[in-house]
Structures are given as C-alpha cells and as structure tokens.
C-alpha cells in the first residue's frame, strides 16, 4: 500500500509498505484524513531531534474501522468513524504508575518515535480508537490536536474566575483557548496573524491583541489593572513569548508550557521565585478525547472553520512547501486520502 515518508530533512516521497498485520486486541482503521501538526513541518525541516529518518508522518487521524481482531469489543463496528490516540505508554515508568500514561517517559507517538499514518491503512489497539456515530472525518481528524491544547488548559487548572492569556493561536491553541472558554475563563488571545485573532473571537477570546501591531505588555496591565494575568498559556513555542509569559502572569499565578522551543531559552528565575509561579509542562492529551468529541458533537463552535486548506493524498509534498510558504496564516492542513 502506499504511504510518504521522509526521506531527510525537506524530501519526502511515495513508497510502498506491507499492509498492517491485525493483532487479536487490534483495530483496522483506513485512513481518510490526517491533519499536519507542527512536529511533522519540524520534522520535513530537520528541527525535530526526536526524529530519525526515514519516518512516515502523521497522528492526527481520522478514518473508518474496515477490520478488527477477535478480542475487541462489539461496540467497535465495521463502517465506524474513528478518531484515535497516537500515543503508546509503557505502564511501568514514574508517570504511568501515577496514571500521567500521557508523559509516559518511553512514548511513541505516531510519525514522530514510530512511524505514522499518512498512509491507507493503520492497525491500532482498540483502546487508543475513539469513535463517534454523529461526526464527520473532517471533524474526527481536529479532535487529537485540539485535545492537546485542551489538555494544557485542564493543567493550569483554568476556573471561571481566571484570566487567561493565551500566546498562539493555531490549532493547539485553540484548544486551550476553546477549554478555558468553556470553563467561564477571561481570555486574552495573542498572535501576529488577524485571521487567527479573528479565529479566536468567534471561539470565545475576550480580548484580542496583534504582536506585532500592539504592545501586548501594556494592553494586559490595562485589561488586568496592573495584576497580570491568573494563567499564561504558551502554545507558541517561542522563547519570546514564554519570557513574556512569566513578566505578565501575576504573583502566584501559573505558566502552562504547550509550545515546543527550537532555541533554549533564557529565564529570569527570580521572577519565578519572587511571584511563587507554578510552571507546568503539558504533553499530549489525558482524558480528555471524549470531552473534544462530545464538544464537537454539541455543534458548539464551527469547528472545521480552523482548516486552512485540504490537499489530495498525491499532493503531499505541495502541502508541506505551502506551510512553508505561509507558516504565519496556516492553522490546520489535512491531507485527504480518500475523496
């Protein structure tokens, strides 16, 4: 069957592989959309060190179940659309024991440790399948990513009484941004992009404010009274923009740290310690795969809004050259497998 691999940094191609074996626990899903994450442009780049080559990219996926293993369940049915988890977890590390599998410390994430899913077909554990009766593939394939950044928002433990600032609006973020929204949250969306910022507004941003158009350190000690923020979400993945995150959140205040830095980045640890910040990390999705769907299901947001363009299976290589070409406008690219 065919499938896209990264050869090395910025060549990808069409190649054959073996169809998937169906182990007895074992879902067989065919693919109909995968949606590009970041990490898979870092890898085309060369700037994802948890990459090796060649490596087949893609986790954000949707498809229909056309097979399954003897052991799973009769609630998983032929014809199904799914949604699924691309991460494994070990069961045995620190983080499994205590039931964080999603920091598991010897994950494998589909296209980044193990190869992927830009291909016709995945075998995968019944237990990483989700499945809706009521979503579109289109839908299922916003589920993984906006489950990440919903995830980083359960982290910060984000209340109705908090407000938020939000730097980055793509698609992690707007998962933050969408969570903290349902919490009752204040928010304050920050990007260089008006379109993403537009975005925001309609899926629940307070505030608004265009980095490069606006001083965002004056324009959140006005909204803030001069406090800071509660809760400072980074799902940039710029070391600017996590040091501007520990200047406005407030004393006592949390940092939530979903973006991936290319750079090491320098931070004033006196201001950690003399505002008594909690600092999280958040990795993944925990728990929160059923919550997405069932917002989606609500029909509370036009979510399919955040795609910014669809390509044909053969056009791969084109999409990875147009985020390339336009990686401050681009939210969501998905790569059709299936018409």
Not at 76 to 88: A, F, H, L, Q, R
Not at 271 to 278: A, F, N, Q
Request: glycine fraction near 8%.
């Amino acid at each position: 069957m065919k499938a896209f691999t990264f050869i090395e940094p910025g060549t990808i191609a069409k190649i054959n592989i073996n169809e998937p074996s169906v182990g007895q626990n074992d879902v067989l899903v065919e693919v109909h959309y995968i949606g590009l994450c970041g990490s898979d442009l870092a890898s085309y780049l060369g700037l994802m060190p948890m990459v090796t080559y060649p490596r087949i990219p893609g986790h954000e996926i949707s498809g229909k179940i056309i097979g399954k293993g003897d052991n799973v369940p009769n609630t998983y049915k032929i014809g199904d659309n799914v949604t699924v988890s691309p991460y494994t977890n070990c069961g045995i590390c620190p983080a499994c024991r205590i039931g964080r599998i999603n920091a598991c410390e010897f994950n494998q994430t589909f296209g980044v440790q193990r190869d992927g899913a830009l291909t016709e077909k995945i075998a995968v554990p019944y237990e990483k399948v989700f499945v809706s009766k009521t979503l579109t593939l289109k839908e299922l394939a916003l589920v993984e990513p906006l489950s990440v950044g919903y995830h980083g928002a359960n982290i910060g433990a984000v209340a109705e009484t908090d407000t938020v600032l939000l730097f980055g609006c793509g698609t992690i973020g707007m998962g933050a941004l969408l969570a903290s929204a349902r919490k009752g949250a204040t928010i304050i969306a920050v990007d260089i992009d008006d379109s993403k910022l537009a975005q925001a507004k309609k899926f629940g941003a307070t505030y608004t404010i265009n980095a490069l158009k606006e001083n965002v350190k004056t324009i959140v000690a006005k909204i803030t009274n001069n406090e800071g923020v509660n809760v400072a979400i980074e799902a940039a993945g710029i070391p600017e923009t996590l040091v501007m995150a520990l200047d406005l959140v407030s004393f006592a205040g949390r940092v939530v740290t979903i973006g991936y830095s290319k750079k090491d980045v320098s931070l004033n640890t006196q201001v950690i310690v003399r505002k008594e910040l909690r600092i999280f990390g958040s990795r993944n999705a925990l728990n929160v795969f059923h919550s997405v769907i069932k917002m989606f299901e609500r029909k509370e947001k036009s979510f399919t809004d955040i795609i910014t363009k669809i390509f044909p299976f053969d056009e791969t290589e084109k999409a990875f050259k147009f985020w390339v070409d336009n990686k401050g406008t681009v939210s969501k690219i998905l790569i059709s497998l299936k018409e």
